[in-house]
């Protein structure tokens, strides 16, 4: 399995401001990806973060609005931009990892855009 | 394609069975079973790849049937920690890894 920790974990953000969110792996892993949570919906694919490339986004999300980053196999960021009430989400960082085809989560990052 | 997921939502009795229905109009390579509680990320269940196969874990299974593009996860005699949204994942290619979830099958287990 892999353990894997979102900064923030929870925050309010103002409307129009951009907030950067962290995942760290605590082991090299090839395929990451960054999913959205609306509230009371079900997880929908942001895209896929690349090492060493741009990130491959999914229909309907675009790299201005979510900018990706994937400096290194351990790590990777994802900025929400410009942010309105619509962007209130749970935003998870996800890996496959250990054996089996597993996809594990992080715990998420829960925003709140007011 | 989003898969379809069914029922949307059931309540049982601890010690009854249910079953989650998850079902595909595309060819799918793997099928991931979760569950997620209230204000919790989801935990990773099993998984099933393409070839019809079943798993299971504890009270836990889940099967693929692959003619229909449809997976089941069958709870067996339910604890009140089964309470929670089941997502399904499936998986179209081999290697991509990223998943399209259904919309949730929320399941609440009565004392």
């Known amino acids: 399995s892999a353990v894997i920790s979102q900064k923030p974990s929870r925050d309010i953000c103002q409307r129009g401001t951009s907030l950067t969110i962290q995942c760290q792996v605590d082991?090299?892993?090839?395929?990451m990806f960054w999913y959205r949570q609306q509230p009371g919906q079900s997880l929908t694919l942001i895209a896929t973060?690349?090492?060493?490339?741009?990130?491959?986004?999914e229909s309907g999300f675009v790299i201005d609005k979510f900018p990706i980053s994937r400096p290194n196999l351990t790590f990777s960021t994802l900025t929400v931009s410009n942010m309105s009430p619509e962007d209130s989400s749970i935003y998870l960082c996800?890996?496959?990892?250990?054996?089996?085809?597993?996809?594990?989560f992080g715990e998420g990052s829960w925003l709140t855009v007011v | 394609q989003q898969p379809v997921q069914s029922p949307q939502a059931v309540i049982l009795r601890e010690g009854e069975d249910a079953v989650i229905n998850c079902s595909s109009s595309k060819a799918l390579y793997s099928v991931h079973w979760y569950r997620q509680k209230h204000g919790e990320a989801p935990v990773f269940l099993m998984i099933?790849?393409?070839?019809?196969e079943q798993k299971g874990h504890d009270k836990i299974s889940a099967s693929f049937n692959e003619k229909k593009q449809q997976s089941s996860l069958y709870l067996t005699a339910s604890q009140l920690s089964y309470s929670g949204t089941y997502f399904c994942?499936?998986?179209?290619?081999?290697?991509?890894?990223?998943?399209?979830f259904g919309s949730g099958t929320r399941l609440q287990v009565q004392p």
């Open positions: 099933l790849l393409k070839g019809g």
């Open positions: 996800s890996v496959e990892a250990g054996a089996g085809n597993t996809i594990y």
């Open positions: 082991s090299q892993v090839t395929m």
């Open positions: 994942g499936t998986e179209l290619k081999a290697g991509r890894r990223a998943l399209t």
């Open positions: 973060a690349n090492q060493g490339s741009e990130a491959t986004y």
